[in-house]
């Protein structure tokens, strides 16, 4: 169970940087090419799937990432990350502020993957040594 930690912050840092790159690239794709609005329709739903995916995701890569070695600072980096990304997909928001909420929680908690990534390949579990 532990050994798959690595590979599920694997998982959600990828998740995450799709998720940023919507965030950032799309809305510049559609601001600069007025002409694929039509055909780039992101419905409103999308950021609700996308949190639907990532909050299990991310939990779970935090969590048996924290439990290997014992860092509390991925595991807030993920839960702040996790719940600004939740705030912007959810809340009565503007559109300026939910993106920017989404990207920075996005952001967040894709350094606390990458933290607990490192984290996770510096200690052996206590049942390799």
Do not use: Y
């Amino acid at each position: 169970m532990q050994k798959s930690a690595p590979l599920l912050d694997g998982l959600a840092l990828s998740a995450s940087f799709l998720c940023l790159l919507h965030c950032l690239a799309l809305p510049l794709i559609i601001a600069a090419l007025p002409a694929l609005a039509n055909v780039l329709d992101v419905p409103e739903s999308f950021h609700r799937w996308m949190l639907a995916i990532a909050l299990p995701l991310s939990a779970g890569a935090i969590w048996l990432g924290w439990r290997r070695h014992g860092h509390v600072v991925p595991l807030i980096l993920a839960i702040i990350g996790l719940v600004s990304m939740s705030f912007g997909a959810l809340a009565d928001v503007t559109p300026t502020i939910e993106t920017a909420l989404t990207t920075l929680g996005g952001l967040i908690l894709a350094c606390g993957h990458v933290g607990n990534w490192r984290l996770g390949f510096a200690r052996p579990c206590p049942d390799e040594s």
